[in-house]
């Protein structure tokens, strides 16, 4: 028996999950780009490219690094925008003297001016960031022509992320957001004698639905572990989640109430609107995290027998990315350990 | 100028934290035995001890060999019940081989009877978990009396979290919840012969409010730091939050709303009812942290004018706990760098 808490991952299902991304993405004519925010493991990375990604995406210029220092940097692109202050512009040196083929995300006039005239000679490539309605960041599609215009020769292409479609039913109509804004953008740039390579979309809910003309690249990142809340939009099967965190029950002090050692610390406060509670107990399905501390899960039975002291229970997670992010390994069930190489990494 | 996001903690305001709860519970005649799951840092533990503290509080036993490893295993106190496996009764015996005075946490019958025939002639002093009304863990109090004989000679005292005092305006009524319900049990448990050496009680909220006879500890942990729900309960003011995450405006695509670096990696998503956004930025008082993803602070700037790209912004984090364990060292304002040594340590 292992010691609790601990995040354990079913090497079946996450193999599973991997083919099968990989086959609609190959199937529908565009590259797949996997996030590495979720896993934050450069094991897992070498997998996703050993089974035919093109390249991975990144949330961190430290993330990139990590990657490049343990061998799968080849094709790497950061996802978030980012202000290039000296260090940043010292890591991105070091990727591209490493080898890197960098990507980085820009969604800003002055950076992507900074960035052209700091590598005149060529360097990254930027791929602008469009708003296709998520309203975090990327600029408005309106906008996108003279932040292209000022990357200059490193302009690469256009992305976005429609982080409006997570919700339960919003992905289809996400999906579409992020073709039709990539398509006009792309449009209005090439009207403007541009040349748009990268045209990037798709998260785990979306990609299914953003596959199509002129989409060219998908970035999904939860796919190969699944969570509750990717069950809870319908985006995944409950069979084809991969990720538990395994916990004991530590205290039963009510006949309506027990304790389990899983708290934020690993399971983390994640708690989008459409699911109950912070995660789901698969053997006791009417059960509910009521209330989450740094150390404890209080869980509500509603009703179904409480679990006895000692007893060990699986729960999903709302969210995996905090959670792979809250450990510095994880167990498979084939009794290997996966070592999170990247955890942390938030430069 | 530091990388973004970063925690930075304010020396002098965190050593004045340090020495005025000890002067406090010093001059209350009470033992201070301050909560290392904020910091998670024996570094931080050491300034405590050498500052009068008589020992120090743990959620976890591998929080515990981490400080005994680190050479502050004098005097260890883990306050979270737990279900004695093989792999906890192997750490409880190594820090017990190490030469730990060791107290642990009970709240169950099962659980206190096997320790008690576990160690026969002694070992660790368990001291039983009464609840005060955050309906967390601990025996309801009128329980308490067997599971205090189940101990045997491994009892030794009582102890309680008046976690039901965090929200503005409860923590004087949860601190006397606290003495009270010690109070009882303590007098239930001599009248039955038996001897009650530790009464333990109170955190940052409710320490000021439980120091009175019986009890004789107090186990803050958030005191050292501050953060932004315990400026809101009223607990600490302003002027003695220690902590900031300091992060760079990334993104400014509209003119009621920008993003900031520092995402749910490093703010953690706790968000208490009390408290509005998912922390507090000084410099722009009206804004809010609306939307958190794992790497970008969506801000609403309320009418306030939003800062430029590269502007860096001091946040205070909702709760600091979940914030410190993210992160793998911070720094001191006088340029030092705390290692988060016992970052994670979930078992």
């Known amino acids: 028996m292992f010691d609790t808490p601990v995040v354990v991952v079913d090497a079946a299902v996450m193999d599973r999950n991997i083919q099968r991304a990989q086959t609609v993405a190959t199937a529908a004519g565009v590259r797949l780009r996997p996030h590495v925010k979720t896993h934050k493991s450069s094991l897992l990375a070498q997998k996703q490219l050993e089974a035919g990604a093109t390249g991975l995406t990144c949330a961190t210029l430290s993330e990139a690094v990590g990657l490049s220092e343990a061998g799968v940097g080849g094709d790497l692109f950061v996802a978030v925008p980012f202000y290039p202050s000296p260090s940043k512009l010292a890591r991105i040196d070091l990727l591209l003297e490493a080898g890197s083929d960098l990507s980085l995300a820009v969604d800003n006039l002055s950076v992507a001016g900074l960035l052209a005239i700091r590598y005149p000679g060529g360097g990254p490539r930027l791929i602008v960031e469009v708003d296709s309605g998520s309203h975090r960041t990327g600029v408005d599609p309106v ?19 429609g982080g409006h479609g997570y919700p339960p039913g919003m992905a289809a109509a996400a999906g579409a957001d992020e073709v039709r804004v990539l398509a006009e953008t792309k449009n209005r740039i090439e009207a403007a004698g541009g040349r748009v390579a990268v045209i990037s979309a798709g998260s785990t809910p979306t ?19 699944g969570d509750w809340q990717q069950v809870g939009n319908g985006a995944m099967a409950l069979d084809d989640v991969a990720v538990s965190v395994m916990a004991t029950v530590i205290s039963a002090p009510a006949a309506d109430r027990f304790v389990l050692d899983c708290g934020a610390k690993i399971l983390s406060k994640d708690q989008p609107a459409w699911v109950e509670g912070y995660g789901h107990l698969p053997q006791m399905p009417g059960a509910v995290i009521e209330r989450l501390y740094d150390n404890h899960a209080v869980v509500s039975t509603h009703g179904d027998r409480p679990p006895m002291v000692g007893d060990q229970l699986r729960v999903i997670p709302n969210h995996v990315c905090p959670v792979i ?12 350990v996966v070592p999170v190489d990247l955890r942390g990494h938030l430069t």
Chains 1, 2 share one sequence.
Do not use: K, S
């Open 143 to 161: 906008e996108a022509l003279p932040v292209a215009a000022a990357c200059g020769d490193l302009f690469g292409g256009v992305f976005t992320h």
């Open 325 to 336: 992010n809250l450990v510095d390994q994880f167990l498979l069930t084939t009794g290997d």
């Open 207 to 225: 990609a299914a639905h953003c596959v199509g003309d002129p989409v060219n690249e998908v970035r999904p990142g939860t796919y190969i572990f």
